[in-house]
């Protein structure tokens, strides 16, 4: 009868404490069926995707950034740190046991005033155990469980930032060296037009404007140079720090026009929520914060502890040593608090609402990055290819106007218009190339770079 009123008891606590309340229904995730841009079958993601550029020089770049960089050894400090607090927590269900053996020596006198000496000593074994009727603490470890599984995929999404920094950089670096080649062609050929421009007009067969005019075309050319080696300085000390370098010189693989254009990433939406870091990362932070709920609201429920001891006394005051021990348990159950614990459980529900938001945002900027990703590959190949078209056309008019011009038949504005519009369709052309190139960057980052939850379970082992 009295376990069965204690049993009673216990579940009646626990029906005061009420169902777990429910993530709002506004958190809830619904895939699209399929992305907004189409660009027909494609194929799957290699985990070492950056080598489909097929240059070795960037290979090599990313295995520095993956072995030096700063952001990528923060994030690993970061999952030792919770993996031990995953073990700490785990530890709790643990019984705890202890062990001493405090040591006495006294001079003291006797009534009849003879000194007396006593050394004594009482070695002891102590075991406590909380029953974890409730499950707070199976709850608190499977909690911070979950929240060593997120680290470990953030620490897995810096690493795909960093390979998507460095793929990036270099293409970057790559147009901006083919921007200052366009550059330093484009003024030799200012040069040679300025040069003719010079002779005929101190021969007087033109007028001192089209010489002004030329000179205006060369001096504004002749700026294009140390501004496109600037921007390869600052590029190149960008990328010293992603590899964790101090600035200085990277070195070139392929040209920009030779780098390999990657096969389109297949899979749908709903795969994407499986197939990126920082989205597992976000799930596993929402089961933390569900857990670490259910471990508060455990809380409001009683708690019973079993200790017990067991040891000896030895004393020189004794002829033998005497075995001691107690046993004991004991009940805790909080009957008022003034609404601590209540309100430890409610700001465990805000916390545990706030991760699911925080999820739900995470996946809707996944869908946007790749739907922008697939957009990028379509919409900057085909401006591309229209630019190329352009600069064939301008290089062609080009042409056409300098035999006009040495003929005599056209003035040499004809000639600078095209000379200016073949320059920045060249430098168009160029910025083209490269932004197609960063797209199928951006859209294997995504789409996860080949990373799956796979990874996370094969670093715990």
Do not use: H
Not at 6 to 18: D, E, K, N, R, S
Not at 327 to 352: C, H, K, N, T, W
Not at 413 to 442: C, F, H, K, P, T
Request: hydrophobic residues 45%; glycine residues 8%.
């Amino acid at each position: 009868m009295r376990s069965a009123g204690l049993l009673a008891a216990f579940l009646l606590l626990t029906g005061c404490v009420g169902p777990r309340p429910a993530i709002p229904v506004q958190a809830a995730i619904v895939a699209p069926p399929v992305w907004r841009t189409a660009l027909g079958p494609g194929a799957p993601i290699r985990a070492d995707w950056w080598q489909v550029f097929g240059d070795p020089v960037l290979a090599r770049l990313v295995e520095r950034a993956l072995a030096n960089s700063p952001d990528l050894g923060s994030a690993a400090a970061r999952v030792e740190e919770a993996r031990a607090l995953a073990r700490l927590a785990r530890a709790q269900l643990s019984p705890l046991a202890t062990a001493g053996a405090p040591l006495s020596d006294g001079r003291a006198l006797n009534p009849f005033g003879v000194p007396t000496t006593n050394f004594g000593a009482q070695p002891a074994l102590q075991v406590s155990y909380d029953l974890d009727l409730f499950g707070r603490l199976r709850d608190a470890s499977a909690a911070a469980r979950a929240q060593a599984l997120a680290s470990d995929a953030s620490r897995d999404a810096v690493r795909l930032g960093i390979v998507a920094g460095v793929a990036s950089g270099y293409v970057t670096l790559r147009a901006l060296d083919l921007r200052l080649t366009v550059a330093r062609e484009t003024l030799a050929a200012r040069a040679e037009g300025l040069r003719i421009a010079r002779r005929r007009a101190e021969t007087g067969y033109t007028s001192n404007l089209e010489l002004r005019q030329a000179e205006a075309e060369y001096r504004a050319t002749e700026q294009l140079v140390p501004q496109a080696q600037l921007a390869i300085s600052r590029q190149e000390n960008a990328l010293s720090l992603l590899v964790g370098d101090t600035p200085g010189a990277i070195p070139r693989g392929l040209a920009l026009d030779a780098l390999t254009t990657p096969p389109v990433p297949d899979g749908l939406p709903a795969d994407l929520l499986r197939r990126r870091p920082d989205l597992f990362s976000a799930e596993q932070a929402l089961v933390a914060a569900d857990r670490s709920l259910d471990s508060a609201r455990a809380a409001l429920l009683p708690n019973l502890a079993l200790t017990g001891s067991a040891g000896l006394v030895l004393s020189t005051a004794l002829s033998n040593p005497v075995g001691v021990f107690s046993l004991g348990a004991s009940v805790l159950s909080p009957l008022f608090d003034g609404g601590r614990l209540r309100a430890q459980a409610d700001a465990s529900v805000g916390r545990r609402d706030q991760a699911g938001f925080a999820y739900r945002r995470a996946a809707l900027v996944a869908f946007r990055e790749v739907d922008d990703g697939l957009a990028g590959v379509l919409r900057s190949g085909e401006q591309a290819i229209a630019l190329a078209r352009q600069r064939d056309a301008l290089a062609g008019a080009l042409r056409n106007a300098s035999n006009r011009y040495r003929a005599g038949y056209s003035a040499y504005l004809d000639q600078l218009d095209a000379q200016r519009g073949l320059l920045q369709a060249e430098l168009a052309l160029v910025q083209a190339r490269a932004d197609r190139l960063n797209a199928y960057v951006s859209l294997y980052q995504a789409l996860g770079g080949g990373w799956s939850p796979a990874d996370v379970d094969a670093t715990r082992r």
